[in-house]
């Protein structure tokens, strides 16, 4: 079964309620999805005041784990530290930092901050550098390989930077609707058309298996 940590709901620009969203995501095949809504200082604390009891109440209501988290939007790479730090003061088990991805005007910076604040998962970071690849590996962010349109544009460079420095890398859906949910075969091939061999793909599930457990520490 699946595991997706990073997606969106009606808490920022998703289309569902969380409710909705985690039932549908158990439908599709998945087993823990985190609720990583855009988030900077004028709503990451009355986010995190709803998502985390919701996320509890969903994981005992159904057989699906939902973890509450943040995705770091468009923040001043100088806040980084300051906002991943907060978010987890306030029950965030998930810090994504939206990265340098080649569609939007992510400020230069952002990737290498998000790195050394420790996220835990740097997502679509576009023309990633060899020194972030590298610093990503030494401090255990992992890197994402995105199955949405534009952020995709980066993956084959995330897996190829990612085989030279042994990253953790993770696929996620960044859904902002149902339909954005993967079926378990898109996944794979998600993995692959970025380049991975099937024992990578292999190995890239059963890393996140294994950072979805740190993450439910
Ligand atoms: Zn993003
Ligand atoms: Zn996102």
Redesign the pocket.
């Known amino acids: 079964m699946l595991i997706d940590l990073?997606?969106?709901t009606f808490m920022s620009d998703g289309a569902l309620l969380p409710s909705e969203h985690v039932r549908r995501a158990w439908v599709k095949g998945y087993r823990a999805v985190a609720i990583?809504d855009?988030a900077d200082i004028s709503n990451i604390e009355s986010l995190l005041r709803k998502s985390v009891p919701v996320c509890r109440e969903l994981s005992a209501a159904w057989p699906i784990t939902a973890l509450p988290g943040v995705?770091l939007?468009h923040v001043p790479p100088e806040h980084i530290d300051r906002l991943t730090k907060l978010a987890r003061s306030l029950g965030a088990r998930v810090v994504?930092m939206?990265g340098e991805t080649p569609v939007e005007p992510v400020p230069p910076g952002t990737n290498m901050a998000a790195i050394e604040a420790r996220v835990d998962i740097l997502?679509?970071p576009g023309i990633l550098t060899e020194e972030e690849a590298r610093r990503a590996a030494e401090l255990g962010v992992a890197l994402e390989i995105s199955a949405?349109r534009g952020?995709c544009l980066g993956n084959g460079l995330v897996a190829s930077l990612g085989r030279k420095f042994g990253n953790t890398l993770v696929i996620n859906s960044?859904t902002?609707e149902p339909g954005d949910f993967l079926r378990e075969e898109l996944h794979r091939k998600v993995g692959l058309g970025a380049g991975l061999s099937e024992e990578e793909y292999a190995q890239l599930c059963r890393n996140s298996e294994t950072l979805l457990e740190r993450l439910m520490k």
């Open positions: 990073h997606t969106h990583t855009h995705e939007t994504v939206h997502a679509h949405r952020h960044d902002h």
